[in-house]
């Protein structure tokens, strides 16, 4: 799977990728990650790729032509499966989101900033709006990191535990069980005693008993669904 960026901070976006999972998911060839700096389809000579809005108010709108012109190029030769615009204003991302996108062959992420881009770009070009939270951020680039996390590690072979993806939080609607690891007693607290019992069945049926528990606590809302 190719994720493509495009951005006007590429900086941003180098380090998220460099390590753990999102690392070996591009050394297995699983996984290619492109990064597009907007400026090379800046409107002149000086780098502009935003411009005043229309009807005025504060803040810059990131114009059409540079969009455009990096969409269409960047396509050129065969089109993105989707283009997806990070924006507090989309759709709130959710593991089913992610799954569903894992098994794209090549996305596009143009990451905002300033009070956004232009409405026409959305309407001409953009497949899906995605947004990580109700809260803003400066601009799209965390947000884009954040969403190609969540779908890299999910690429099928990516994880080394085939399995383990399946037992994350929001994959069937649970939140996670608790994990315990060694020692088995810390500052008075012990491991549940049925974690050491070596009983796969009694364990299995523990953490379906804490998962739901703690959905039913922290989550009704996703139970629901
Ligand atoms: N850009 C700014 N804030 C954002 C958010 N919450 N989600 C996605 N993109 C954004």
Redesign the pocket.
């Known amino acids: 799977m190719t994720i493509e960026i495009l951005t006007v901070l590429p900086e941003l976006l180098t380090s998220p990728f460099e390590h753990s999972m999102m690392k070996r998911a591009q050394e297995k060839g699983l996984l290619t990650i492109k990064l597009h700096t907007l400026r090379k389809w800046a409107i002149n000579k000086h780098g502009q790729v935003d411009d005043y809005q229309y009807g005025g108010g504060a803040g810059m709108v990131m114009m059409c032509e540079p969009l455009a012109n990096a969409i269409d190029e960047l396509q050129a030769e065969s089109k993105f499966d989707e283009i997806i615009f ?3 204003d ?1 759709k709130t991302l959710e593991q089913r989101d992610a799954n569903t996108l894992s098994l794209k062959n090549r996305i596009l992420i143009i990451c ?1 900033h300033y009070k956004g881009i232009d409405q026409r770009i959305r309407n001409l070009y953009v497949t899906r709006e ?4 109700d ?3 400066s ?2 680039e965390l ?1 884009a990191a954040v969403l190609v996390d969540a779908i890299g590690r999910i690429i099928p072979g990516v994880l080394n535990d085939e399995t383990s993806a399946l037992t994350d939080s929001f994959q069937d609607n649970l939140l996670a069980p608790p994990v315990f690891s060694r020692p088995v007693e810390f500052r008075g607290l012990q491991v549940p005693p049925i974690l050491l019992s070596g009983d796969p069945k009694k364990i299995e049926a523990w953490r379906q008993a804490q998962a739901l528990e703690r959905t039913q606590k922290r989550r009704p809302d996703i139970l629901d669904q």
């Open positions: 990070m924006t507090p989309g905002g995605i947004s990580i939270g809260y803003v951020l601009g799209g947000a």
